[in-house]
């Protein structure tokens, strides 16, 4: 049975070696600077992270930040959601246990928080990652724009959603 509790600093080895096994199915994610997974996880700084918890073994992780990269931010603004929003973060799910509906599980969890705290929930997907879009369209987001951002050597082009309660 799968349990969506509070990230706990124990379980950031674990996800360590989580983020390890997504990336080599999924190349996610896309940009991991000095291959430092747990910085990944712990920056910035999330006002709330959870993880999916399988009978002990952590299975899938999601986080909700303030921030995101100035190309998101910029979208968030132009489409006229301003003032308080979050941004939901970091989702990733095992991949031996995927179609099982934690990463649905997961996305609902971060949204309820950021609605909890008034504040519209917003995600950004590289565009090239159609698993992680289906799953977003089927759960109620919309795509509001495009962002593109640079890191060594390449140009990620992301698609910005929202969604409401």
Same mark, same amino acid.
């Given at each position: 049975?799968?349990?969506?509790?509070?990230?706990?600093? *124990?379980?950031?080895?674990?996800?360590?070696? /989580?983020? =390890?096994?997504?990336?080599?199915?999924? &190349?996610?994610?896309?940009?991991?600077?000095?291959?430092?997974?747990?910085?990944?996880?712990?920056? *910035?700084?999330? @006002? $709330? =992270? !959870?993880? #999916?918890?399988? +009978? &002990?073994?952590?299975?899938?992780?999601?986080?909700?930040?303030?921030?995101?990269?100035?190309?998101?931010?910029?979208?968030?603004?132009? =489409? $006229?959601?301003?003032? $308080?929003?979050?941004? @939901?973060?970091?989702?990733?799910?095992?991949?031996?246990?995927?179609?099982?509906?934690? $990463?649905?599980? /997961?996305?609902?969890? &971060?949204?309820?928080?950021?609605?909890?705290?008034?504040? %519209?929930?917003?995600?950004?997907?590289?565009?090239?990652?159609? #698993?992680?879009?289906?799953?977003? +369209?089927?759960?109620? !987001? %919309?795509?509001?724009?495009?962002?593109?951002?640079?890191?060594? +050597?390449?140009? @990620?082009?992301?698609?910005?959603?929202? %969604?409401?309660?």
């Amino acid at each position: 049975m799968i349990t969506i509790r509070a990230r706990t600093f *124990p379980d950031l080895e674990e996800l360590t070696s /989580l983020i =390890a096994r997504v990336r080599m199915v999924d &190349g996610y994610p896309l940009h991991l600077p000095d291959d430092d997974a747990r910085r990944f996880l712990t920056d *910035p700084s999330p @006002i $709330g =992270a !959870w993880v #999916a918890d399988d +009978g &002990g073994r952590v299975v899938g992780h999601v986080a909700v930040n303030l921030s995101s990269n100035q190309g998101v931010m910029d979208v968030v603004h132009e =489409a $006229g959601i301003d003032g $308080g929003v979050g941004f @939901i973060a970091r989702l990733l799910v095992d991949p031996d246990v995927r179609r099982k509906g934690i $990463g649905r599980q /997961l996305l609902d969890r &971060g949204r309820a928080h950021l609605l909890s705290l008034g504040r %519209t929930p917003v995600l950004d997907v590289v565009a090239s990652s159609t #698993a992680a879009i289906s799953l977003y +369209g089927s759960s109620g !987001w %919309t795509v509001i724009g495009t962002a593109q951002f640079e890191v060594p +050597g390449q140009v @990620i082009t992301e698609l910005v959603f929202t %969604t409401h309660a």
